[in-house]
């Protein structure tokens, strides 16, 4: 798509394996953004406080741990590739120890305020795509483009069972288990999973990723012609 000078940024969020993370990568290689993955960042607190024998109860060291961790992202040949105190973290941040708990460690508010100052600063010159929970209500309200990008659960724990390695959890197991983190996200009382008011919705359920990326590259596309047209 023909871009402008005029750099935004892009807000994409929704419950776990609406395949947020997917799509916002494709939208910000085509515009020529910075993509953030915010899940990842908190798959390192979850990771790192774990292997610290640190509980998602233990708030305290929770936030400890969220505080000292230097997250950095950094573009992969096959994906982004996540780096935390200097060691590559990519893979074993998608243990299923890992995403069993990260929910409970995004719970704690202290961690999630952390996290969006974090992600906040990598916004703030504009040009990047971002995904997560609460990007569109919380750590990006001002984006100039949000996405509510959801899914049923049959269909995201299919397409999360597709990516696990042979024998990690079996599809009812995940249907469960994301079932109970769409609960508990929606519920949590520090900025929950919502759609935000001047989100746009799309169901994927029956979208491939390009059809789902398509459509949020023309979204951007208008809300960059509207600006150039009132910069005119």
């Known amino acids: 798509m023909k871009q402008t000078d005029d750099h935004i940024n892009v807000a994409i969020d929704g419950p776990a394996g609406a395949g947020k993370s997917t799509v916002a990568k494709l939208v910000a290689e085509r515009l020529g953004y ?14 790192k406080a774990l292997a610290s024998g640190i509980s ?11 505080e000292s961790i230097r997250i950095e992202l950094r573009p992969g040949m096959q994906r982004q590739q996540v780096w935390a105190d200097g060691k590559d973290v990519t893979d074993v941040i998608r243990s299923a120890s890992v995403t069993s708990n ?5 719970a704690n508010p202290g961690v999630r305020e952390i996290l969006a100052r974090k992600q906040q600063e990598m916004a703030r010159k504009k040009g990047v795509v971002m995904d997560g929970r609460d990007i569109g209500t919380h750590v990006l309200p001002d984006a100039e483009v949000k ?17 696990l390695p042979d024998g990690t959890m079996s599809m009812e197991e995940l249907r469960e288990d994301i079932a109970r983190r769409d609960d508990m996200d929606r519920n949590r009382e520090h900025s929950p999973l919502v759609q935000a008011e001047d989100a746009i919705r799309i169901d994927s359920t029956y979208m491939t990723i390009e059809e789902v990326t398509e459509s949020i590259l023309d979204i951007c596309s208008n809300v960059m012609n509207q600006g150039v047209e009132q910069n005119e």
Request: charged fraction near 30%; aromatic fraction near 12%; charge should be negative.
């Open 147 to 163: 996405v509510y990008l959801t899914a049923t659960v049959e269909k995201r724990a299919e397409r999360r069972f597709n990516e």
């Open 56 to 66: 998602p109860d233990d708030t305290a060291e929770a936030v400890r741990t969220a």
């Open 34 to 47: 910075i993509y953030i993955d915010t899940g990842a960042m908190y798959r390192v607190v979850a990771y």
């Open 102 to 106: 990260v929910s409970a460690f995004a």
